[in-house]
């Protein structure tokens, strides 16, 4: 086979594997957009590219696919969302040294040398596990994902800024306001309450908290005043600029469930007070 036909088959792939993306998001109910995954996709797919900060997220295939990296999303140099290209080609190595270069700088280049926080589930909400450089290098060379570290995703590890209240969870509702009259049209209350974690929880760890537990960002005391306003305000427009693109993609698609209902946001703040987004679930 010649290069020239090489390449028009890789084309041809890839231009199947963008159409079949396209198909699954545009036809997807806002139900499902409890997944990562899909909201990733979504978000790569705006008509104009987004400016979010989220950790390095990579997705994991079997052992017996060409390359152990189905999809790896990042925010590029210019603090855009964007989904790595040429993925059939990507080793753990790769992976392994993007993370290095990232999670050991700064505050946690000493101590615990963690560079990775596995998931074994898509939507990162189920059992965690932290790699340091020295287990990913020695996991890696296995070159099979899934056995290696018994999980389906891997997120950069980003170290917290020190003290409580590093993690932050914005809870977002949409529900009908009450209607003065049967003629009213109605309208939606749209809303975001963002809670003070001191750790990054699940969607089933959250279950199992009490109420008491949670603070919200309102109720947090502290001197730098600025700063809360400043994450509080930065998480609404985030999580809003996600829930348009969300709804767009349904409207588009003429998905009579065409409202996205609910939705939680985890999010980390570094030691250079960089607010980072974790991911994204339904409630």
Known sequence: MTDDTLAKAKTNTEDAVSTRS???????????????????????????????????????????????????????????????????????????????????????????????????????????????AEQFQRDAKSQKASLAFNCSVLQCFISPSLGNGNFFQGVYSCTDMPLVSPHDKQEKKREVVIYAIEDFITMSERSNRSAGNDVTLSQVKGDDSALIKWVQKEIEVVIMKIIHELERVTIQSSIAENKVSTLSANFVLDGQKNLWLINTFKV
Do not use: M
């Open 22 to 132: 396209s198909q699954i998001i545009n036809n997807t109910p806002s139900r499902y957009f409890g997944n990562w995954e899909i909201v990733l996709s979504v978000l790569t797919n705006a008509k104009k590219k987004l400016r979010l900060r989220i950790l390095d997220t990579v997705f994991l295939q079997s052992e017996n696919s060409r390359s152990p990296v189905s999809n790896w999303y990042f925010t590029s140099k210019n603090g855009e969302l964007v989904k790595r290209t040429g993925v059939s080609n990507i080793t753990l190595h790769h992976v392994y040294d993007r993370f290095c270069r990232l999670a050991l700088t700064g505050p946690n280049a000493s101590g615990p040398r963690i560079v990775a926080v596995g998931y074994s589930d898509n939507n990162l909400q189920k059992n965690r596990i932290t790699l340091t």
